[in-house]
């Protein structure tokens, strides 16, 4: 019987480098490998940084058991630039012109050549008039090519470059409903800053950065609390086998000393429900989704969740998907693989 294996979703983040393939097989999904490989700390400079996302890339390669050459990969939230742009309905059919053209003339025109994508969220009538509006991903060329790089470097074929807010959600969305409407928030602390996404039906309507940082968090963490890196990977893998009582003391410690960061994320996200709920008559968030290393990390999710008033979503992109996540996956909760799986997911042949 005919075997379909997707290309393989390659996420590169600042600490670590993820690749997972999926196959399609008699309507259902498995996993052909998981494979993450640490990212060597380096100056701060390009060239240093891309040397060692490649050499890292080349070791999970490696290591894993991969088939084929052909990749997806993504661009992180903070490298792109988004905007929501409305225009007439009567516009539709030449949308790219429409709005590549309200991209250049904007005060956050970015200036030269650029690559950009849209999708349309929301229909309404603004002042009168009926309008479509878009949400717009502006990309830099020498960050595209920055990226690509790498991936050819280690010899592989990519054949699209994602967001990986979009890749984040996906698993998810290909698991609900068809006719959900439900708005559900989806958070994900990077080293760098934090990404906020809204998604309606399972596709993003919104996206934001929030400066809050992981690598700051954990600096406070082991200021504050005495826990270096370590002890907090420790807590968050005893959190994940169900350790609770025993480190709620902890817990409750953890979420006071980062109460400030949690509301900073918090405040923004209040903002950017409003707007949602402006597009969708009065519609109001539905649940809550925290991907990365701040799903695995202690009171984290409970703070959010309670000073949100959300209830909190399943973050496993594998079980969303209907499989189980292999022992040999390593590195963290499964909610850290989200972005690799949904690029898996995107590559699957149909």
Same mark, same amino acid.
């Given at each position: ?130 309008? %479509? ?12 090519? +920055?990226? @690509?790089? #790498? $991936?050819? /470097? *280690? ?116 903002? %950017? ?12 968030? +539905?649940? @809550?989704? #925290? $991907?990365? /290393? *701040? ?56």
């Amino acid at each position: 019987m005919q075997r379909n294996h997707s290309a393989i979703g390659i996420d590169i983040s600042d600490n670590a480098v993820k690749c997972v393939q999926l196959e399609s097989y008699q309507g259902g999904l498995r996993v052909l490998d998981v494979c993450s490989a640490d990212i060597a700390r380096g100056g701060a400079e390009r060239a240093n940084r891309q040397q060692a996302s490649l050499e890292a890339l080349r070791r999970a390669i490696q290591d894993g058991d991969f088939r084929g050459k052909e990749c997806l990969s993504s661009l992180r939230l903070f490298e792109t630039t988004t905007r929501h742009i409305r225009i007439p309905a009567e516009d539709v059919n030449r949308a790219r012109e429409v709005l590549g053209t309200e991209l250049k003339e904007s005060d956050q025109d970015p200036g030269g050549e650029f690559n950009f994508q849209f999708e349309p969220i929301a229909e309404l009538v603004d002042h009168g008039v009926r309008k %479509c509006e878009y949400l717009c991903c502006v990309a830099d060329p020498l960050i595209v090519r +920055d990226h @690509l790089e #790498v $991936l050819t /470097g *280690a010899g592989l074929q990519p054949v699209a470059i994602d967001l990986d807010t979009c890749a984040q959600v996906r698993p998810f969305a290909r698991a609900a409903e068809t006719n959900d409407d439900s708005l559900v928030l989806s958070i994900d602390m990077g080293a760098r800053c934090a990404h906020l996404v809204i998604s309606r039906g399972g596709d993003p309507v919104l996206m934001r950065t929030v400066p809050v940082s992981g690598a700051e968090i954990l600096k406070t963490l082991e200021q504050k609390l005495n826990l270096d890196s370590e002890m907090v990977r420790d807590l968050a893998e005893a959190k994940q086998q169900g350790v609770t009582e025993e480190i709620s003391g902890l817990t409750s410690a953890i979420s006071r000393t980062l109460s400030s960061y949690y509301d900073t994320i918090i405040n923004r996200v209040l903002v %950017c429900a409003r707007y949602t709920a402006s597009l969708y008559g009065g519609h109001s968030l +539905d649940q @809550l989704r #925290v $991907l990365g /290393g *701040a799903a695995s990390l202690p009171g984290c999710v409970e703070y959010l969740s309670e000073n949100l008033g959300l209830s909190v979503a399943d973050a496993d992109p594998f079980r969303a998907l209907g499989i189980d996540m292999p022992r040999t996956a390593g590195n963290g909760s499964p909610a850290n693989y989200a972005t690799a799986v949904g690029l898996a997911v995107r590559g699957l042949k149909t």
